[in-house]
């Protein structure tokens, strides 16, 4: 009876994991059908699930005419910048409240969790006009320097630093290692499962930024996926099928990499919060 219970109770779980996903996953396929569709086939009633004459035709214009494809180099550039410099800082930060001692440490890290709950629209008027300043609207470096480190990164590097022995430490100060070395030698490779989780946040949070990107750029051929697919959308707003190839365009290179690292992720994540 015992068995027969439990039974039961994994195929209602499974059952209901199974129909969350289902429930998750349709808008991303509901999303690339429409995208394989003619012109028009998706504003019919009842909307057809299923394209009846697929074609890439929407893929074609997008690339050849509407000035995606240096969108998404524009997007993958800046992404992998701000992936490889955020980690690179964010790593260096929590490291040093995690392991060196200096003066205001635990006040310098309180007070930037404070920071945490300051919405960061907030920031932004401000931190447009410094860069107007310093002559960086419309450049790629003022679309950079917002993430080029972040308090969650910081505190999740820190977290997870923590846990790295003091003895490993000392034996390679007592070596001869200066700071950089034993950072670059001994500390990174023990942070790799983190830096894969920090990495996979930067690039996520870069290539799908909108606002940033829209707020200092001006010049149309700067602009990232995110910007040009929204421009793009006021002169083809009734073209429902177009606007379902750009979004294809803008989901899947993350959506990829997600999956690939997905185990990689999941265990910098909650190790670092263990620890």
Not at 22 to 45: I, K, R
Not at 66 to 84: C, D, K, M, P
Not at 156 to 179: F, K, S, T, W
């Given at each position: 009876?015992?068995?027969?219970?439990?039974?039961?109770?994994?195929?209602?779980?499974?059952?209901?994991?199974?129909?969350?996903?289902?429930?998750?996953?349709?808008?991303?396929?509901?999303?690339?059908?429409?995208?394989?569709?003619?012109?028009?086939?998706?504003?019919?009633?009842?909307?057809?699930?299923?394209?009846?004459?697929?074609?890439?035709?929407?893929?074609?214009?997008?690339?050849?005419?509407?000035?995606?494809?240096?969108?998404?180099?524009?997007?993958?550039g800046l992404a992998i910048a701000a992936t490889l410099i955020s980690t690179l800082f964010n790593t260096l930060a929590g490291y040093a409240f995690a392991k060196l001692r200096?003066?205001?440490?635990?006040?310098?890290?309180?007070?930037?969790?404070?920071?945490?709950?300051?919405?960061?629209?907030?920031?932004?008027?401000?931190?447009?006009?410094?860069?107007?300043?310093?002559?960086?609207?419309?450049?790629?470096?003022?679309?950079?320097?917002?993430?080029?480190?972040?308090?969650?990164?910081?505190?999740?590097?820190?977290?997870?630093?923590?846990?790295?022995?003091?003895?490993?430490?000392?034996?390679?100060?007592?070596?001869?290692?200066?700071?950089?070395?034993?950072?670059?030698?001994?500390?990174?490779?023990?942070?790799?499962?983190?830096?894969?989780?920090?990495?996979?946040?930067?690039?996520?949070?870069?290539?799908?930024?909108?606002?940033?990107?829209?707020?200092?750029?001006?010049?149309?051929?700067?602009?990232?996926?995110?910007?040009?697919?929204?421009?793009?959308?006021?002169?083809?707003?009734?073209?429902?099928?177009?606007?379902?190839?750009?979004?294809?365009?803008?989901?899947?290179?993350?959506?990829?990499?997600?999956?690939?690292?997905?185990?990689?992720?999941?265990?910098?994540?909650?190790?670092?919060?263990?620890?």
């Amino acid at each position: 009876m015992k068995r027969r219970s439990n039974t039961v109770a994994a195929l209602a779980v499974n059952g209901l994991l199974l129909l969350a996903a289902v429930l998750a996953l349709f808008p991303l396929l509901w999303m690339l059908s429409v995208s394989l569709m003619p012109s028009g086939a998706a504003s019919t009633y009842p909307p057809p699930l299923l394209p009846a004459n697929p074609t890439l035709a929407h893929y074609r214009q997008l690339v050849l005419h509407g000035g995606i494809a240096t969108a998404f180099a524009n997007s993958l550039g800046l992404a992998i910048a701000a992936t490889l410099i955020s980690t690179l800082f964010n790593t260096l930060a929590g490291y040093a409240f995690a392991k060196l001692r200096f003066a205001g440490r635990e006040s310098l890290f309180a007070l930037l969790l404070a920071a945490l709950v300051i919405p960061g629209q907030v920031a932004m008027l401000p931190l447009f006009l410094m860069l107007k300043n310093l002559g960086l609207v419309n450049s790629w470096g003022g679309v950079l320097v917002p993430g080029l480190a972040g308090i969650f990164g910081i505190f999740l590097v820190r977290q997870y630093a923590r846990g790295i022995p003091d003895e490993l430490i000392e034996a390679a100060r007592m070596d001869g290692a200066g700071e950089f070395r034993l950072f670059f030698s001994v500390v990174l490779p023990v942070l790799k499962p983190v830096l894969v989780t920090l990495a996979v946040f930067a690039f996520l949070g870069s290539w799908n930024d909108f606002m940033w990107p829209l707020i200092v750029l001006t010049d149309g051929d700067m602009y990232t996926l995110p910007v040009a697919l929204a421009s793009l959308s006021r002169e083809h707003v009734q073209d429902s099928e177009l606007m379902m190839a750009g979004a294809v365009i803008t989901v899947l290179p993350v959506l990829v990499l997600f999956l690939a690292l997905q185990r990689y992720y999941m265990q910098g994540l909650l190790m670092g919060s263990v620890k």
